[in-house]
């Protein structure tokens, strides 16, 4: 005990010296020697936040029947897998766009998933949305009207996940299979989905908020919908999966994970 006191007085008497040390440098010194010890501090800290590997994580969904399998395939070799039948497992890869493969210079790979698009495998979507860097949403332009509350319904949930919200994630509305004649335009799809969920907007807001399983309102109250109103950028493109014209796809993509 005695020597546990004895070290209990030296310790004070140190912080005494060092406090009387301190008082008797000039407030100019002392700033400056503040400012070198914090320094490195400060500058480590800001290096790891910026080092932060950006994801490199984008995110195909959409209704079954969309298309979203056809584009994963034509993205990652090229090829359109025309036999390839319903996912009922999310289907992902990490690879280099084909469209570059052959280009020089190093081009960073991207982590592709493509989500099952029926309704009970949706909440797999939840997995992968929180590292997302962006979202492509797929419709069939081909059968867009027999499938547009469905869709409307899919994408109004998709706009309001608390991830989507927070963090601003991009969402690219691909419109498919515009190389057939009968494909709806993109401009068509694009307004009859706003008119769709202003519809889904004003009936859900109706139902009490313990009933609403979205995370977030969309719009401003009073106005038509647009994908403009949303917090995250919308953009809307078109793309044919079978034929390989994707380039619309590609640039997304590379806006948002850079090579």
């Known amino acids: ?24 440098i000039p407030p100019n010194q002392l700033y400056a020697a503040l ?6 501090i400060i500058f480590i800290f800001f290096v790891r936040l910026f080092k932060r590997t950006k994801s490199n994580t984008i995110i195909l969904s959409g209704l079954s029947g969309s298309g979203k399998t056809v584009l994963f395939y034509q993205l990652r070799d090229g090829s359109s897998h025309q036999g390839t039948v319903t996912s009922m497992e999310p289907n992902e890869g990490t690879f280099v766009l084909h469209s570059e493969e052959t280009k020089n210079g190093k081009k960073k790979p991207i982590h592709l998933v493509d989500v099952p698009g029926h309704s009970r495998l949706r909440p797999k979507l939840e997995e992968f949305l929180p590292q997302a860097a962006g979202v492509i949403f797929v419709v069939d332009a081909l059968e867009f009207l027999p499938n547009c509350r469905a869709a409307s319904e899919y994408l109004y949930d998709l706009l309001t996940n608390a991830s989507v919200v927070k963090k601003k994630i991009p969402v690219l509305l691909l419109c498919n299979k515009t190389d057939k004649v009968t494909a709806h335009t993109k401009e068509f799809i694009r307004k009859q989905l706003e008119k769709e969920i202003d519809k889904l907007r004003a009936s859900r807001s109706a139902i009490s908020a313990a009933d609403i399983s979205s995370d977030f309102t969309l719009g ?3 106005e038509a919908f647009s994908f403009t109103q949303c917090p995250n950028k919308v953009t809307v493109a078109e793309a044919s999966g079978l034929t390989g014209e994707i380039f619309q796809v590609e640039q997304f993509i590379r806006e948002h994970v850079k090579p």
């Not at 400012?35 to 490195?40: E, T, W």
Request: no cysteine.
């Open 1 to 24: 005990m005695e020597g546990l006191e004895q070290w209990k007085i030296q310790a004070e008497q140190w912080s005494q010296q060092a406090l009387q040390y301190i008082h008797q």
């Open 220 to 222: 401003v109250p009073g």
């Open 35 to 40: 400012a070198v010890l914090l320094f490195p």
